[in-house]
């Protein structure tokens, strides 16, 4: 009996484990034609919160980006750029949500609170800008949307 009782305080204390540790979800970072030699990752935390996970008030979980990079080329080789720029997108590309600027090296970026999203780093023209407007050079696909599948969109491949 306390064994059983063992196993299931182990399992109700998962989740609390997780997420003192960050509560990762990994979202691998895939190149496109304007970046080749780009690699990335980004880690989803949770963002902290009243009662410590963090949710809008329709109840979707807010997440905290750590994005890791290497291999950007500087952002004048791309064209009229002095930065680049994480963005949070919804699956249909119609929201776009700017998170923050990024570099090669760790970037702490802003909290994403879609359900499903897109990241997305792109070349700008500045740090803050309003709306996307440059390349993109990085892409991936939060945990939530794996099922989704958008790497034939021409906003990948270069078309855009």
């Known amino acids: 009996m306390l064994a059983r009782n063992a196993a299931w305080l182990a ?39 009243v009662m410590d996970v963090a ?3 329709d109840g ?23 930065a680049y720029v994480a963005w949070a997108v919804t699956p249909d590309l119609t929201q776009w949500h700017r998170l923050g600027a ?7 970026v802003g909290t994403a609170d ?10 700008e023209a500045s740090a803050a800008p309003e709306a996307h407007h440059g390349p993109v050079v990085l892409h991936g696909t939060s945990p939530s949307g794996w099922l989704q599948n958008f790497t034939t969109h021409p906003l990948f491949r270069g078309v855009y």
Not at 17 to 24: E, I, S, Y
Not at 62 to 82: C, E, F, K, Q
Not at 102 to 108: Q, T
Not at 114 to 123: D, P, Q, R, W
Request: glycine share 8%; proline share 10%; aromatic share 8%.
């Open 55 to 57: 949710v809008t008030a």
């Open 102 to 108: 990024v570099h090669n090296g760790v970037s702490m």
């Open 114 to 123: 879609f359900n499903k999203f897109l990241l997305v780093i792109t070349a």
């Open 11 to 49: 399992l109700l204390l998962i989740p609390a484990a997780a997420r003192a540790q960050g509560g990762p979800f990994d979202i691998a970072l895939f190149n496109t034609p304007q970046s080749p030699s780009a690699t990335g990752q980004a880690r989803l935390v949770f963002a902290p919160g």
């Open 60 to 82: 979707r979980a807010r997440y905290d980006a750590r994005v890791t990079i290497a291999g950007l080329p500087a952002p004048r080789t791309l064209g009229p750029y002095t």
